[in-house]
Every structure is written in C-alpha cells, then in structure tokens.
C-alpha cells in the first residue's frame, strides 16, 4: 500500500497533457488495478483526494480510473467532503455533482449541496472549478 500511495504522490502534472504524450491515464489505470485488488484499499482515500488537489488542472478521465475504484468501493463521501472544504477542485465538485444525481435521502442531498455552496466560496477558487461547481448547482 505503501508503494501505490509513494507513487499518486510522485505524478506530476506533465504527465496528463496529451499534447505531451503523458502517460498519466494509464498510470492511473494500472494503480487502480493494484488497488482494487487489496483488502486495505480505503487506506489510498485521502491520497487519491490529495492527489485531485494537488494537480487540480490534470485530465483524469471522465470519470476516469479512480473515480470508477472510489465509487467500486465505496466509503469515499468523507474524503470527498473534506477535500471539496480543503481545496476544492472541478473533479470533486463533479464527484460531488454524481452523487446528487444518484438517489439519495433528501438530508444527504442537502448536505452535498451545502458542500457545494460552501466550495463555491472558497478563496482563490479557480475558474474551471467554479464553472463546474456552478454546473452543479444550476442543476437542483
């Protein structure tokens, strides 16, 4: 676990320009496979969040490898919320936007709307986040 968490940390945004010919979706790719096969794999939550935080202008797919592994297994709405308090960034107020799309009890709704409201705050929020955050919420 160690490992695959040493390497979401060592991606860099370079690596998902396709213009550069990045290799980061495939990486992503081959780390989600490690990860979904583990028993501890809620351990890389907080990583894959820091990770959308720390490259918040990087094409991780749409929806993309991790997303895909984050809904797989669930129990990722914790991280989720406290990355879009964090550092909000236009891949988890879309996450966020998934989950208002699914059913969900009308508290839980309201708690991930209020998440959004309060990430559209957020200091020196970038305007691609703030479009997608405004995306999100235009829809409800």
Known sequence: M???IEDFNALKTEQFDPSANGAGAERLQALGDELSGLADREQAIGSIFALFERLPEADFGTPGPLVHLL??????EEGLARSLSHRPTSHTAWMASRLLNGELPEKRRGFWLEQLWQAAAWPGLDETTKEAIEEALSTR
């Open 71 to 76: 809904e797989d297994m669930g129990g990722y």
């Open 2 to 4: 160690s490992a695959i």
